[in-house]
């Protein structure tokens, strides 16, 4: 039975409950209305609407992964040893970065930037994205993803919270995928085309509704659990030295770089899919939305599925099957968009029980190295995993910038050749099939198997135990 507890202050707290679980949701919901956007748009702006040359901007988000490599670490370390407010340890970097991440996103897609020279767009490029992404962005995202095991000990709870952060990831998607391309894209002459005065308003009306739902996450969840006291805590350089030793972990990195690569590298390419292959850049919604269905659709059985299976088991599975399925799209070679659509929405199933239980497994990671050094470092072992995702994600921008520019994609251009069209299908297609398959592929040797994860659970519990007797 939940109860109200008293906070580190002395201030009861509420006790856990739905408002918990929906204010956490709501944290997503920021999060990825402004880096699925940019994920999904940032690369037309930056070469349909400022006329930056692709390999540039792919050496650009490529540098700012290794940025990210100090931030994201930095900001989870920092977070580790704090002394926390009143808030939380965690809790208040929502509300406080919330107007900086909207303000600094709503920056990168300024029209006017156009009209400059080329060096200096470029420079204006690289400032505004550094200041959204490894910055704005990567206090509230590593803050946020920290604070769920701070939310409620209990592991039921835990699994609703992740399975609430799925809810409110898919939510975003579907809507950050569906609504845009009905307004920055017009049909001009016969041929879909960027219009860069909406690219901004559009830009700024989702940053705005990221600001917003920082607050209404800070609002909704609260702070309930304390880290425990070390008497002489790690240094960074021997907690680094024990997690590059973690199997599991670095295990993960791997394959989270490799689904990250794979994922985003899909929707770098979609809008030049559907823009050239298509000739209908309004269609990228609806095929986007297809990819995100799934997800929802899943939540309900996501976490029965593990429960019966194990996370590992069901992710290798699902993996393959999402490889097998963009094999068949590109030996194909679909013209029909709505076709293209419908096996679309098939892989994503099994891209869709990646994306729930991922959060799981992070936390099934954070207790195997508890038992394995007797410390609980969550801020930092969060913010290692997701600079390795920003390193997939700057992969898959770099590899998506060289990509274009090996096809011949020519910048600020309304036309491409038919060579160049093919080879964006090619790479829309059989590059997904073939990095899901590899992912599946390094996610068999991961260690925690089902029996395992229920053996460390036991263990810690059996420890806390001896603990609170001594």
Known sequence: MSHTIEATDGVAVRAFGWRDRVGYMFGDLGNDFTFIFASAYLMVYFTNVAGLDPAHVGTLFLIARLVDAFTDVGWGR?????????????????ARMAVPVAVTSALMYAPFVAD???????????????????????????????????????????????????????????????????????????????????????AIGFSACAALFYFLCYAGVRERIEAPLVSEP???????????????????????IIIMLAGLFVAAMAAYLWLYHFNDGAMSGPAQLATYVPGLVLAPIAARAAGRFGKKEVLVVALFGAAVVYLV?????IEHPWVFIALNMLAGF????????????????????????????????YAINTWARKVGQAIAGGVGGFALALIGFQAASTTQTQATVDGIYAFSTLGPAVLYA??????????????????????????????SAG
Do not use: C
């Open 78 to 94: 920092f977070l580790d040893r704090h002394t926390p407010g009143r808030g939380g340890r965690f809790r208040p970097w929502l």
């Open 116 to 202: 400059w020279e080329y060096g200096a767009k470029l420079t204006y490029a690289v400032v505004t994205y550094l200041l959204w992404g490894s910055i704005s962005y990567t206090t509230t995202n590593i803050s946020y993803g920290s604070m769920a095991s701070v939310i409620s000990d209990d592991p039921v709870n835990r699994s609703s919270l992740s399975v609430f952060r799925g809810l409110g990831a898919n939510a975003a998607g579907l809507f950050v995928s569906l609504v845009p391309p009905l307004f920055i894209y017009a049909t001009i002459d016969g041929t879909s085309q960027v219009v860069p005065s909406r690219f901004f308003v559009a």
């Open 234 to 256: 790690r240094g960074f350089a021997v907690l680094l030295r024990q997690l590059v030793t973690s199997r599991p972990l670095m295990t993960l990195i791997v394959a989270n």
């Open 329 to 333: 799209l590109f030996f194909l070679h």
């Open 350 to 381: 099994g891209i869709g029980f990646y994306n729930l239980l991922v959060w799981a497994v992070i936390g099934d990671i954070i207790d195997a190295e508890e038992v394995r050094s007797g410390q609980r470092d969550d801020g930092s072992v």
């Open 438 to 467: 590899l992912a599946a592929v390094v996610l068999i040797s991961f260690p925690l198997s089902r029996s395992r994860v229920v053996e460390n659970i036991a263990e810690l519990a059996r420890r806390r135990l001896a603990r």
